[in-house]
């Protein structure tokens, strides 16, 4: 049998992490048809994990290594319920590390399911903490692994710089590449905010008046805002993230699981994009958000995750149907300024 295994030679890969990246930029006529404005989105859920995660999870992991705070053949221990605990079990296969990811009741059961099928062993909280929810537990059990296992190093990713350069280096570095003239804003649904400082970071360099919109959920606490009820992963946060700097960051629009459900929506029906709910969330944002914006005017955005991983929540009519009838009042289409 012949092995090729020299990346270099043509188009074949030397491994999966090296397909993660590349992702292609489209853009949006069919959602957004007005003469003077284009919206352009990198679809960073054709990574080969499933999400943008892949990059921050190779990144983080890779420069650890490089730089001796990953020892070799350390355990890896994150908290997630979804797409960086997906990433990082992906990447720990390619090098040989192994990798405890701590989850609680409200990660879905196939995400659990993929985490164990990528060899990941899966540390399940069950109690909720002082503020009802599992975030300090689950950070807790994180601290009493480190001291457990030996060689553990723990990931961290909201503290983690290699968060926000993984996407200064990577998907940021691309877009400039790919687009053939400047944009005008910028909008990336968040939670680390590693992704939207990262990407931030790097297009202000290429365009300086670039306008920065952060795109949070209803009852995320990470812009000050009261902590509340939110179902869909991925976008949102309980905590503050060490990473956070909201002077960076020209205005937050939060939007509503509802909201972000219409939105997945009709991009699938408007666009044939199957994306998960921040996806939903970004599109919802932008619609409000447009009245606001002079025109002509040129928007960039990135959608995070597929819609796979979401059937049963924002594509699932019944969970549509419930939220809608909790809904007491129009859905809340706050745009705060300045933060
Ligand atoms: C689907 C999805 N969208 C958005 C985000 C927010 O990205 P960040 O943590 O870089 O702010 C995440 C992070 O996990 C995510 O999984």
Redesign the pocket.
Known sequence: MITDTTAESGEVKSSILDCVGNTPLVSLDRLFPEKELQVISKLELMNPGG?M?DR?ARYMIEQGIENGTIPHGAHLIESSS???GIAIAMACRILGLSFTCVVDPKTTETNVRILRQLGATVEMVQEPDENGGYLQSRIRRVKELLHKIPDSYWIN?YANEN?WKAHYNGTATEMVRQLNRSVDVFFA????????LGCTRKLREHFPSIRVIAVDAVGSILFGGPPGKREI???GSSRVPELLSPEEIDDVVYVSDLEASWGCRELLEKEGIFA???SGSIVAAIQKYLPALPRPCRILTLF??RGDRYLDLVYNDDWVKQLSDEKTDEPQLMVRERV
């Open positions: 999400s995660k921050t979804g797409n960086l990713q968060n649904a968040v939670s680390t905010t590693g992704s939207l992963p991925g976008i998960g709910g921040s995070p995750d």
